[in-house]
């Protein structure tokens, strides 16, 4: 890409700047964070891509979710565990409801930067700048915690690390084995319906892993744990280009010269199984990043950041979007229309699907490109209750996701995947779902610093809502 570099957004018109006052701080951490080695590898990058290039042909179902906003102080072991467990537990379900290969997704390990509608607010009465996520400004609200403060950048890398250490960790440890699927634990899930659910849907997976025991077949790698792959908004482009890595050669080609030479800056390559990784730049601060809804401008700093990268990516894509912008949205990030490349993760609302998806999805299919879709069925819900609280309704959720299913499957296409904001912790945020959740219940665990999430009840039950309309679906489709 000749007109490309990791720095030429800076020419372009951006949304959602940060305004630092300690400009020198900035360049430290700027200079910190070229220094430090890359969180993730380019391998990694393309074996998600790979993964998405299948959901995009309708063979494999993508599950993402985490938190809206990540703090630094998400990152501990239960918080982690729990989110993990919940991530794998609804794979499951998906896996049984779809009958193909779930990629999951977190939301986790760098979801800290977040757009806000009002760069300020008035608080009790005085006027300082919104929370913009812990990588930028501090949540406490007064004027000093709220200054943007570079020093965040660097602090964000670390928490990732860490974030993404013990998830590595974990997972090789066995926590995501196939085997033993109901010590992933059901947590706070008390309910005795979810719980009896799970287990049949475990002793069937438990059932046939014996029987493939029994035949001999049970030798591959890949029951005793599965891939987890990070992801953020990838909002804080100084953050982003400072982590964004040069691959010059393919792995195990590197010339000594360049694997010496500081001034490169090349990713450091694992020598993973798999497609070689292509030569080209890459973002290293998570396999996948998506742009959001306020910073996708055509011409804008975020697009044209986002143009230059080899890892997949995201395009939250809700009403505002015209059909015509959004075939030209994909020839700018995607002018080889590589299949999978983009996840257009579409968050209309319930009330607003059905006036805006058929047309996007039509455009998208004249266009050639094949891109994977995936509901979001959270941003275009959120609400706020008469004493202001913001939450979204259950079925409202559910609502969006059933009418995404049923207008792909009109037009021929499918949908690819869900994107939610979830938590593995029993916080009340979401009002419904079989616990019955009131606007009266919120305020019991509402931990939120930004959208309401699903706890893992409701999330549970989602997944074995939506894996029933799969199954549903094959039954229609294949009568006995
Ligand atoms: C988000 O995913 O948290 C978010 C801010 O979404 P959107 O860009 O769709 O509003
Ligand atoms: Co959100």
New binding site residues.
């Given amino acids: 890409m000749a007109d490309w570099n990791p720095t030429s957004w800076t020419t372009k018109p951006i949304k959602q700047d940060v305004t630092y006052e300690d400009a020198e701080g900035v360049q430290t951490a700027l200079t910190k964070l070229q220094q430090l080695p890359p969180l993730v590898t380019p391998q990694e990058i393309v074996n998600l891509k790979k993964s998405l290039r299948n959901v995009a042909l309708g063979k494999a179902f993508v599950l993402q979710g985490g938190d809206?906003?990540e703090l630094f102080d998400y990152c501990n072991q239960e918080m982690i565990e729990a989110k993990v467990k919940l991530l794998l537990q609804m794979s499951l379900i998906l896996i049984w409801g779809a009958n193909k290969p779930v990629v999951r997704i977190a939301r986790i390990a760098g979801q800290f930067a977040?757009?806000r509608s009002s760069p300020m607010e008035t608080i009790n009465g005085v006027t300082m700048p919104s929370f913009r996520g812990d990588n930028i400004n501090g949540y406490p609200a007064d004027a000093i915690s709220r200054r943007p403060d570079p020093s965040r950048l660097v602090s964000a890398y670390f928490h990732s690390a860490a974030t993404l250490n013990y998830l590595r960790a974990s997972l090789t440890s066995g926590l995501a084995d196939l085997h033993s699927p109901l010590d992933w634990g059901l947590g706070h899930v008390a309910s005795p319906s979810i719980k009896e659910k799970y287990e049949r849907i475990v002793n069937r997976v438990t059932d046939s892993l014996r029987f493939m025991r029994t035949v001999g077949l049970d030798t591959a790698r890949g029951i005793e744990t599965v891939d987890i792959y990070t992801s953020h908004?990838g909002l804080l482009l100084e953050y982003e280009q400072s982590l964004t890595r040069l691959l010059r050669h393919p792995p195990n080609a590197l010339p000594e010269s360049d694997l010496t030479s500081p001034s490169t800056r090349k990713a450091s390559i694992a020598s993973t199984s798999g497609t070689p990784p292509p030569r080209g730049y890459y973002a290293t601060s998570a396999h996948f990043l998506w742009i959001?809804?306020?910073t996708r401008q055509l011409t804008g700093a975020h697009v044209e950041f986002f143009r230059g990268l080899c890892n997949p990516i995201g395009i939250?894509i809700?009403p505002s979007m015209a059909p015509d912008e959004l075939v030209a949205l994909l020839d700018v990030v995607n002018p080889t229309k590589e299949i999978g490349k983009v996840t257009l993760?579409s968050?209309y609302g319930a009330k607003k699907i059905a006036d805006h998806l058929p047309a996007h999805i039509a455009a998208v299919q004249k266009s050639g490109h094949i891109p994977v879709w995936q509901c979001?069925p959270m941003?275009g819900n959120t609400q706020t209750t008469p004493s202001g609280v913001k939450t979204r309704h259950f079925s409202d959720i559910l609502s969006e996701l059933k009418q995404a299913l049923a207008i792909h499957r009109e037009a021929g296409s499918f949908l690819g995947g869900m994107h939610l904001?979830l938590t593995g912790e029993a916080v009340t945020e979401c009002v419904g779902g079989a616990g019955g959740l009131t606007e009266e219940g919120l305020s019991e665990r509402y931990t939120t610093f930004?959208?309401p999430r699903l706890n893992e009840k409701q999330a549970l039950e989602l997944a074995f809502l939506v894996a029933g309309f799969y199954r549903e679906e094959m039954e229609e489709s294949n009568p006995i």
């Fill in positions: 809206c906003a977040k757009p908004e959001g809804d306020r939250k809700g993760i968050r979001d941003h904001e930004c959208d």
